[in-house]
């Protein structure tokens, strides 16, 4: 049968988990030979005789398995390239715990996207009446950048570079989408300018219109 078997290890059980994992393998694939020798014998199917110490060394085995009943696992060891700007927009607010020293100190960032982590903003980045008035800014969408994500922590550090506007509006909404993905909307360099005809108003020549087919 095209049967997979997974076992989850456990970090909290650390010291059990090897065990945890090998028992929870042996017994599927015990369960699977089982279920598997019913049917070929419903079936008339004879298979070969296995002694109790051949059965128990297979299951113990791993490398001994078909294909199909393997999970193959691996591990990242080299960034090649960042894909992602880490850029993100979204909404600032305090910490939940007013007591801590972080609260002093540090914003959280809420990305609209939920694929970006929540990250950990100085206070120093956000508007000067932040802290007395947070509500004022509840729905007003701003740009953050990660700047550092450690390990052992589930919110990455990042700057505040922009405030966008309301959310919702048009602008504020397209700028944000622009800055996330990379893209230059900058204002045109003077050197690009100087291509374009400088007698305004320009219109196309009749000889000019002639050589082309008007989509207008």
């Not at 095209?2 to 015990?30: R, S």
């Not at 960042?82 to 909404?91: N, V």
């Not at 505040?160 to 309301?166: D, E, M, N, V």
């Amino acid at each position: 049968p095209d049967v997979i078997i997974e076992a989850q290890f456990d970090d909290n059980g650390a010291e059990h988990g090897q065990d945890h994992l090998q028992d929870t393998l042996t017994d599927d694939i015990k369960k699977l030979s089982l279920d598997t020798g019913e049917k070929g014998k419903a079936a008339g199917v004879t298979g070969v005789h296995r002694t109790k110490q051949d059965d128990g060394h297979k299951v113990n085995d791993p490398r001994l398995f078909p294909d199909e009943f393997l999970q193959r696992t691996a591990k990242v060891v080299y960034i090649l390239e960042k894909k992602h700007s880490r850029a993100a927009t979204g909404f600032i607010k305090l910490l939940a715990d007013r007591n801590s020293e972080l609260f002093k100190r540090c914003a959280m960032f809420s990305p609209v996207d939920h694929r970006v982590p929540r990250v950990y903003v100085p206070l120093a980045d956000c508007p000067p009446n932040f802290v007395t008035r947070p509500e004022a800014y509840s729905q007003m969408l701003f740009i953050c950048r990660i700047v550092d994500w450690k390990e052992d922590s589930n919110f990455a550090s990042g700057e505040l570079r922009k405030s966008l506007g309301q959310a919702g509006e048009v602008e504020p909404e397209s700028e944000g989408i622009l800055t996330e993905y990379g893209v230059d909307f900058s204002d045109f360099s003077p050197e690009v300018l100087e291509c374009l005809p400088q007698n305004l108003p320009w219109v196309i020549s009749p000889e000019e219109l002639a050589k082309r087919r008007d989509l207008r």
